[in-house]
């Protein structure tokens, strides 16, 4: 019996726009009683339903995988703070760009993502974080979830760039979002920006068939994914300057 028949309350929720494999597990926490779906494929999700003594309802989506609550065996380090010499958020410098567009090309199909969350299968962000930070020594995002670095992205940001203007090195995502007139999680993915023109330009992404950091997209075909199939939006980003770091 599949997830959906188990559990007939979750489906209205789930991405039903790829052939995703779909499970689902529940817990405990404390007295509380949950239900965490994985969604797998190309990209995927979790969502978590809490049981409110009748049924199992949505209770969330991005902030499962930023927990070890949640996921066990991976969690994020301590409290999350500021650099305070880097506190107004801007851009990276050309020279930052730079250095990350050489160094993930050395990456590309090196970098394993299968120590991220759910053994790489949701690891588009810190795939991304990770890159950025072996190169850069400092974390542009600690969050693992797309619809949260969108945020932090539009709040230090306030408006996307044009495709054109972000160099090499730079941020396109498409965040997961609920679907306008569905309660439907559709999924989204981060990946960073290579060389080419319009929709030929490059893409490299970390893929969760595979756990790890591939060239696997152009401007046209994440347009073709994320834009037309799964109605979200494409933006474009430089790397942020903001340096974020963790203590214990």
Known sequence: MGIEQQYPEIAEFLDVSDDYENSGTEFKHGIERYLIVTQRGIDGQ???FKWNGKRFEYWDNETIINSHMFVPGYSLPGDIQVDATLATCGPSTTSDHDKVYEYMLTQVDVFDSSSGPDHGNLACCWTVRHIVYNILRRWITL???????????RSCFHAAFDEADVAPGGIIISPTQSI????RRNIGHVGLLGKGHGGQRLV?????AHARFEQNHTIASWKARYVDLKHLEMLFYPLPIKSISAVS
């Open 143 to 153: 969050t693992d979830g797309t619809a949260d670095f969108g945020d932090q992205l």
């Open 204 to 208: 490299y992404s970390n893929s969760s």
């Open 46 to 48: 979790q969502l978590l």
């Open 180 to 183: 306008p007139g569905t309660t």
